[in-house]
């Protein structure tokens, strides 16, 4: 810390005074009983302390699992959904394949908010290779699925991906 | 002289390598390597905190208290880029203006002068008059802000750009406090000063 010079306003004496201020000063009692308490608390806590934010991931990531676990199976038993793709006519295809990407759209966005609440946590997340192998993966899933709109397989697949990045997701947040 | 220069000198390295090696027992949870920390320290810390909050003793041992409990929160941040002493003088003087700053919506932080003339002097009312009062006294009588400017740069010998940071404040605000805060001291010390 350097000083200024905006002195000019101050006597040379005193200036030197305030400059002889600067002494210890030691407490009128002894300070460390009441600090020593406050360090050992906080030293035991401390392993709780850091845990909860995965405390917090790990539900978060089990939500995330359930909801595109639920939505991927959901729309999978849905009423005459095996029906309606064995016994449709092959003119009907992409009339019936549409909704088939529509589900398939919000399974990815709801996928990508519950990911975006763990990044922000763990951030190296993305950058562990798996990770990004499935990601890779389903990217091409993603785009095989609007190649062939109807192939429930392929929805069915992407929702496999899904829940392994968020399961894997969730075995590095308890690593 | 050259003798003692290097004494010093070496002195000095000393105790900053006893420091790190303190700092470093702490950081991984050694509170008898904390407490060596705390006793070598403590006059300094609780010296700076005492001239920013004006020689209110209670509050000023709160404070310091807080201040180390503070310093062993982030001792595994120290990077050992400075001194620990440095370091820690600074969080201590910022453990006092945090809380002068979280006064400030306070009637008494504002900038009505009459309100603020009796902050500060908890522990030296009815001591003497304005031209018997020595300089302890007199900054001490000052008001909480212009005090802690004039402290920080005077005392301290802090820039005015590290002064606006720290209080969250303009570097022109942080030069009219100090004149302000000057203008009123030689007013209270009368010819002495």
């Known amino acids: 810390m350097t000083r200024s010079r905006s002195t000019d306003d101050l006597s040379p004496a005193l200036r030197l005074q305030l400059r002889g201020l600067r002494q210890d000063a030691l407490p009128q009692r002894d300070l460390w009983p009441d600090i020593a308490p406050r360090l050992s608390l906080q030293a035991r806590e401390a392993p709780a302390s850091e845990a909860p934010p995965r405390r917090r991931v790990l539900p978060a990531l089990a939500a995330a699992a359930v909801l595109v676990l639920a939505a991927g199976v959901g729309w999978l ?36 908010g519950a ?61 | 002289m050259a003798t003692m220069t ?21 950081a991984a949870g050694d509170m008898a390597a904390f407490e060596a920390l705390y006793r070598r ?20 041992e709160d404070l310091t208290q807080e201040a180390f409990v503070r310093a062993w929160q982030a001792l595994p941040g120290f990077r050992f880029e400075s001194a620990f002493g440095t370091w820690l003088h600074r969080l201590a003087a910022n453990t006092a203006l945090m809380e002068l700053r979280s006064r400030r919506g306070t009637p ?23 031209l018997s009062m020595d300089l302890e006294q007199a900054v001490a009588r000052l008001p909480p802000r212009a005090r802690a400017v004039l402290v920080l740069h005077d005392v301290e010998g ?36």
């Open chain 1, 77 to 112: 038993q849905r009423p005459g959904a095996d029906a309606t793709s064995a016994s449709a006519p092959a003119g009907n295809a992409v009339a019936h394949a549409a909704p088939l990407v529509v589900e398939a759209d919000a399974m990815t966005r709801e996928y990508q």
């Open chain 2, 6 to 26: 290097e004494t010093l000198t070496e002195a000095a390295f000393d105790t900053a390598d006893d420091d790190h090696a303190l700092v470093r027992a702490s």
């Open chain 2, 108 to 130: 008494a932080m504002d900038g009505d002068e009459d309100a603020l003339d009796g902050v500060g002097v908890a522990d030296s009312a009815g001591h003497g008059t304005a």
């Open chain 1, 115 to 175: 990911l975006r609440e763990v990044a922000a946590m763990l951030p190296d997340a993305g950058e562990h290779a798996t990770l990004s192998q499935l990601d890779a993966s389903a990217d091409l899933v993603r785009d095989a699925l609007a190649q062939d709109p109807d192939a429930r397989f392929l929805l069915q697949r992407l929702q496999r991906i899904y829940a392994q990045r968020l399961s894997l997701t969730q075995r590095l947040a308890r690593a």
């Open chain 2, 158 to 193: 802090w820039k005015h750009e590290e002064i606006a940071e720290t209080l969250d404040m303009a570097v022109g605000s942080s030069k009219a406090q100090l004149h302000r805060a000057r203008k009123l001291l030689r007013t209270r010390l009368g010819d002495h000063a």
């Open chain 2, 41 to 60: 320290h403590l006059g300094r810390v609780h010296g700076v905190i005492l001239r920013l909050v004006g020689h209110q003793h209670s509050r000023a």
